[in-house]
């Protein structure tokens, strides 16, 4: 057990899985090699993977990782068709991501497995430390794929959010096994969901018998916002996680909506009252492990969380902050310069996510917040991570996305006002982290920038606004723990 541990061996923060490419191997990695959780964001790893290869590699991470996939075959292809020496030129476009479908055949799944793989494997490398991976219930052609390659590297956990997670549990405990498994995919204008299976053996022809290890089923987090959905899930065996992460609404990305009418003050943000108030009493009467997150940074939280029966608590916003974050390092610079100043604002945006769940938008310029940039951006959709599966009039399923072109998903019968405010946080996220894709006559998509609301930990962990380590931050954090406090005697 490391020094940082609890004395139950769970770890007592786990570091949040941001944004796209955020929460990327070298922040899992930096986190876990402390023997606190360290989690990758899985989200969008196949354009990720794309355009790292195709801008040269550098340092040779991804290759090495290829070469440790299993099916060096597929492996091989990968790296022949996107690697570009040297990079590709500022001026080029970034190769298209084949989107995800809800066809047992589609392509793109060996992909989503590979990038999945890679991403886990160099957050697990040279090290003992957990590894976390997290993922979106609402991506929900993606989840089980990439689910299969995190778990080929060896994954320590996976956390699962926005949404309800129930089949999570039951798939991991099936992918481990490498058996088939099925998913339940939400298809619109279908009373009962589409049925998709995924057979590991698909993936895993040709592959190299002593690069497959016996696969162990991770730990599945479930993130929740109340103990109500908690209970839910906690009450059959086929849907109980190994645990909860119980996340207040001030904590970056997306947010679970407030109970009841939709109330907005006169920012425009959600209101929330007191039944968005978690009672973690109920939550430790479950009687399994549970971290709390949204506004838990310092070590006085840390403190209260664990007095509260917590088993620690997830912090993001203050490790997309650090050196070893994928944020873009100017934007990264913009954020620390405005909010110790009070010239940022992080708006709580009810329009923003095509999810239609609350997303949390920092007010940067140059960014899809400030108002010219978001209406200068030609709507286009051509990374389709968020996309809904619907039902057609032919009885076809195809996809649309409320930040799709407006005339597009007006045709597939979704509708107009639905549009209003839409932000495509697929390529903003991907543009935050410096692939943003390059469009026609030098345009390049611009950033949106999603981080916590409240960054208060700033004045202490940085107060002279420099750069800061993760392993800085759990340093900090961890002054007022007993345990680590006798550890280090």
């Known amino acids: 057990m490391s020094a940082l541990q609890t004395a139950t061996g769970l770890p007592w ?22 023997g606190q959780l360290g989690v990758v964001s899985g989200t969008a790893l196949d354009s990720l993977l794309i355009r790292v290869l195709q801008s040269g590699d550098p340092g040779g991470h991804l290759r090495r990782a290829l070469a440790a996939f299993p099916v060096p075959k597929l492996a091989d292809a990968l790296r022949e068709r996107y690697f570009v020496e040297g990079g590709v030129g500022s001026g080029e476009l970034f190769a298209a991501t084949p989107m995800l479908t809800a066809d047992e055949a589609c392509p793109a799944r060996s992909l989503t497995v590979v990038a999945n793989f890679c991403e886990v494997w160099l957050a697990k490398e040279g090290h003992d430390g957990p590894v976390g991976v997290n993922y979106l219930e609402k991506v929900q052609l ?15 956990h996976v956390l699962v959010g926005a949404g309800i997670p129930a089949q999570i549990p039951g798939i991991a405990t099936g992918l481990a096994r490498l058996e088939p498994v099925t998913t ?3 298809v619109a204008g279908d009373e009962q969901p589409l049925e998709l299976r995924f057979d590991p053996a698909s993936v895993l022809r040709g592959a190299d018998p002593g690069r497959v290890a016996p696969l162990r089923r991770p730990g599945v987090l479930a993130i929740v916002s109340l103990p109500a959905l908690a209970a839910y899930l906690n009450r059959d065996e086929q849907t109980r996680p190994d645990g909860f992460i119980v996340e207040g609404h001030t904590a970056g990305g997306h947010s679970a909506p407030p109970r009841g009418p939709l109330s907005l003050d ?6 929330y009252g007191p039944r968005d108030v978690p009672d973690f009493a109920k939550m430790a009467r479950l009687g399994l492990p549970f971290w709390i997150a949204g506004g838990q940074c310092g ?9 509260a029966g917590a088993a620690g608590v997830q912090l993001g916003s203050v490790f997309a902050l650090c050196e070893e974050s994928g944020m873009d390092a100017g934007l990264r610079r913009q954020l620390m310069e405005r909010a110790p100043a009070g010239g940022l604002t992080v708006r709580n945006d009810p329009a923003a996510s095509p999810t239609a769940f609350p997303f949390k938008v920092a007010d940067l310029p140059g960014t899809l917040a400030d108002p010219g940039v978001g209406a200068a951006r030609a709507r286009v959709c ?15 399923v195809d996809y649309r996305c409320p930040a799709e072109p407006l005339a597009a998903y007006v045709r597939k019968g979704g509708d107009a006002e639905r549009t209003e405010g839409r932000q495509c946080l697929c390529n903003g996220l991907l543009a935050a982290v410096g692939f943003g894709q390059r469009r026609p006559r030098g345009v390049v998509e611009p950033p949106v920038v999603t981080i916590g609301q409240d960054l208060d930990f700033l004045r202490h962990i940085a107060p002279d606004g420099g750069p800061y380590s993760a392993e800085t931050v759990v340093r900090w954090l961890s002054a007022g723990l007993p345990e680590a406090a006798a550890s280090r005697a």
């Open 266 to 271: 006169k920012y425009g943000d959600p209101v």
């Open 142 to 156: 993606a989840t089980v794929p990439a689910m299969f390659g995190a778990i080929l590297a060896g994954v320590d």
């Open 299 to 307: 070590p006085e939280q840390l403190r209260e969380a664990r007095a």
């Open 382 to 396: 051509d990374l389709g991570y968020l996309r809904t599966p619907y039902r057609t009039p032919r009885g076809t």
């Open 13 to 34: 923060l786990i570091q949040g899985g941001m944004g796209v490419g955020v929460s990327g191997w070298r922040l899992a990695r930096a986190v876990a090699r402390t």
């Open 184 to 186: 339940r995919v939400d």
